[in-house]
């Protein structure tokens, strides 16, 4: 009873008006609740009609009801009438009550991580219906669901994605650095962290590539054809084209593309795919720079022989280990 008069007399805290807004909702009809509604509109203490129609205004001002200008109900006769009036308004600034509290919770979000393995490849549907082609070694966290205003995952790897649209919704891919932020499109993105060159060749629709670092800050529109790779080392960027209609990607029967990358970085993506160690005897060798392009599932003898073709680098295979040095001879 205590807590019902606190509550019309607007004494007590949000929580514990929702709380007793919840017990009227629940028991307003009862034969308990209407007594100490009963007892509650006898302690008004109200004998003349001006102050009765006074007293409940004040209590349907506080049910939020209109109620100030009709005539005050006799005491005894409608309580029956008021508590299921009073259980049935609740209803509405319960529902809102619990909508305030409750509309900021988002759901309680998961987040996965999928590592593959050297040598292998795997494929990866997100929650929004996105088609990933994780590369061998490459390890991604992503959500359980996307629940905010953008759609976000982190990569470290190479992937090739087909992004889900949704316009209201952008895709960002975060690799260190850097950021890849799409609305719906394809393209192939490589970032390891043992390897200098970060690439992104766009093959369909468009996106930003975004260059966050202490000493850069740069935001770069690509439309598809175009291929950026960004040297974490250097800060240099290079941006240039290739034809997407003729591009493969790692995930169409495991092409293999190195478009002017440095010999250490392909040593690197080499090592990954065939899950054998690469070491490179020396720095000259290490910093050339190789265009290459397989698409026939070529494998490691064939694919070092074909960079190899100008005879300049000498290759030897030892316990396992493929070591790689300048062809002196030449």
Not at 171 to 187: A, D, K, M, P
Not at 196 to 208: M, N, Q
Not at 281 to 299: G, H, I, K, P, S
Not at 308 to 317: A, Y
């Amino acid at each position: 009873m205590t807590k019902l008069n606190e509550y019309f007399d607007n004494e007590l805290s949000a929580q514990e008006q929702l709380e007793v807004q919840m017990w009227l909702a629940e028991h307003g009809d009862n034969p308990d609740s209407e007594a100490q509604l009963a007892e509650l509109f006898d302690s008004l203490h109200v004998d003349d009609d001006a102050a009765a129609r006074a007293a409940f205004g004040h209590v349907a001002h506080r049910l939020g009801i209109a109620g100030g200008q009709q005539s005050a109900p006799s005491r005894r006769a409608h309580i029956v009438t008021w508590s299921q009036r009073i259980a049935a308004v609740l209803v509405v600034p319960l529902l809102c009550a619990v909508w305030l509290l409750y509309a900021d919770r988002k759901p309680e979000v998961e987040w996965l991580e999928q590592q593959i393995p050297y040598g292998e490849t795997a494929s990866l549907t997100l929650p929004d219906g996105t088609q990933l082609h994780l590369n061998s070694g490459s390890r991604i966290t992503y959500p359980s669901a996307f629940t905010g205003k953008e759609r976000r995952i982190f990569v470290e790897g190479e992937l090739f994605a087909d992004v889900a649209k949704n316009p209201r919704q952008p895709f960002v891919i975060q690799s260190g650095e850097v950021g890849i932020r799409v609305l719906g499109t394809r393209f192939n993105f490589k970032s390891y962290a043992n390897t200098d060159c970060i690439e992104v060749l766009l093959v369909e629709g468009s996106v930003r590539f975004d260059i966050n670092t202490q000493t850069r800050k740069q935001q770069l529109m690509m439309k598809p054809g175009d291929m950026v790779q960004y040297d974490r080392a250097t800060g240099d960027i290079d941006f240039t084209t290739f034809q997407p209609e003729h591009f493969k990607s790692f995930a169409d029967d495991r092409a293999i593309h190195f478009f002017n990358l440095r010999m250490r970085d392909i040593a690197s993506d080499l090592e990954r795919l065939f899950g054998t160690h690469i070491v490179i005897l020396d720095e000259a060798l290490a910093q050339a720079r190789y265009f290459a392009y397989f698409t026939n599932n070529e494998n490691l003898d064939q694919i070092l022989s074909a960079i190899n073709s100008d005879h300049k680098m000498q290759i030897l295979r030892r316990d396992g280990v493929i070591y790689l040095s300048s062809n002196r001879s030449r």
